[in-house]
């Protein structure tokens, strides 16, 4: 043991520095932002409450694939069809256990129409467990809710990846269907 740490363990240094530091902070005002009074807005990206989205038309966009639910980790998405009069599937139900879900974008990537979208609004509390089971109706109105008009368009657009202009090569990358002039 040299001197210097027989000082340390002696007169307590460390203790006396951490003593210190919290006198100098006992009196000065918190950082702490007050949530109710003062709320930080959402990132751009930010995953929050579902929402199924609609068309130019107002009709949604799902056509009951199933793909968001298989990819779905935690197997919170429900997804109930029946085959319609021209023999395409029609979605009688959507459900979403909110509670369940772990807010990961695996649904709205493995979507490839676009129909599932996780929306920036994150204030959703609940005293029931029933108003966190997201219904096909509740989905609608949220995309009317918080994607209406470019909103939706953007979000797509802006945070959700791949695309199709990722997937294009080169001029010099030989490709079929392209001819090279020569």
């Known amino acids: 043991m040299t001197v210097g740490n027989l000082i340390k363990s002696i007169f307590f240094i460390e203790i006396l520095k951490g003593l210190s530091l919290t006198l100098r902070t ?101 005293y029931s467990r029933d108003d966190l089971y997201m219904t096909k109706q509740k989905l609608l109105e949220n995309w009317d809710n918080y994607f209406a008009g470019q909103k939706g368009i953007r979000y797509y657009h802006d945070f959700w990846r791949p695309k199709l202009e990722d997937f294009r090569g080169s001029e010099e990358q030989a490709s079929i269907g392209r001819r090279n002039a020569t």
């Open 26 to 126: 006992l009196f000065t005002r918190p950082v702490t932002r007050r949530y109710p009074k003062v709320e930080r807005p959402a990132q751009p990206g930010f995953r929050g409450l579902h929402a199924l989205a609609k068309d130019e038309t107002g009709r949604m966009k799902c056509v009951g694939c199933g793909l968001c639910g298989a990819y779905c980790p935690s197997q919170c998405i429900y997804i109930y069809t029946t085959e319609g009069d021209d023999h395409t599937k029609e979605v009688d139900r959507y459900e979403i256990e909110v509670l369940r879900c772990i807010y990961c974008g695996f649904c709205v990537e493995a979507c490839p129409f676009g129909a599932i979208s996780l929306s920036e609004h994150y204030e959703y509390s609940s």
